[in-house]
């Protein structure tokens, strides 16, 4: 079946650090993949996306490269900034398949 | 553009009682999705339309919910009779089509007492 798997929170970095957010998946065929982040409070919104394999999806500093060969779509950030503390889900939505499947999310706090 | 709209953004009522939320998709999207999201089970799918039509409702925990599209501008969820389990915050979002983005509305906090 389809699904993802997400490091598990909450991440915890000081202003100016590097993040990763792992996220690895199983789906058959050629799924896009997609990052969104949920402020507090609010809904979820699209951070990022990529359709194809070596796609390299980037937003407001983040950036995810679509890795077919590890089944990987991990979400990077050379440095995080406090409005960047969030709830970050990793998706997948599979060709054909009219919905998406979610990770659990990865709780990111970022302290000054 | 107005994005999703969902009323009420918070609803707090007793045991037993029915509760009613609303959705406004985006105008154009073709698709609709329910989602729940807990603490414990995170963000779970519940019902999805397209183009007014459910197609997949599997994920409706059990009878006491149903959903409804009575045209392509309104959606509703309902729980009849509601219980201290279903407290959650409840999503609603919408798509041009399939596989495409979604686009969240900012969510309905339920509270069952």
């Known amino acids: 079946g389809n699904s993802v798997t997400q490091m598990e929170g909450p991440v915890t970095l000081s202003e100016e650090a590097f993040l990763t957010i792992n996220c690895t998946y199983t789906?058959?065929?050629?799924?896009?993949l997609f990052w969104y982040v949920q402020y507090p409070g609010e809904g979820l919104q699209l951070l990022l996306k990529?359709?194809?394999?070596?796609d390299k999806g980037s937003n407001k500093g983040f950036e995810a490269t679509y890795r077919k060969e590890t089944t990987s779509f991990h979400l990077e950030k050379g440095s995080v900034q406090v409005s960047d503390s969030a709830v970050y889900f990793c998706?997948?939505?599979?060709?054909?398949?009219?919905?998406?499947?979610f990770g659990t999310g990865t709780r990111l706090t970022v302290i000054p | 553009d107005a994005g999703v709209i969902q009323s009420p953004r918070h609803e707090v009522t007793e045991m037993g009682q029915e509760v009613t939320l609303r959705c406004k998709p985006i105008s154009g999207h073709d698709y609709l999705f329910w989602y729940r999201q807990t603490m414990m089970r995170g963000l779970e799918l519940l019902i999805y339309f397209n183009n007014n039509v459910p197609i997949d409702d599997s994920g409706m925990p059990e009878d006491r919910f149903s959903a409804k599209m009575p045209n392509a501008s309104f959606s509703t969820l309902k729980i009849q009779p509601s219980e201290p389990r279903d407290s959650a915050v409840y999503f609603c979002?919408?798509?041009?089509?399939?596989?495409?983005?979604?686009?969240f509305g900012p969510g309905t906090r339920l509270t069952v007492t």
């Open positions: 990529a359709t194809k394999a070596d």
């Open positions: 979002a919408s798509s041009l089509r399939t596989g495409f983005e979604q686009y």
């Open positions: 998706a997948l939505s599979k060709t054909g398949a009219n919905n998406l499947f």
């Open positions: 789906a058959t065929g050629y799924p896009s």
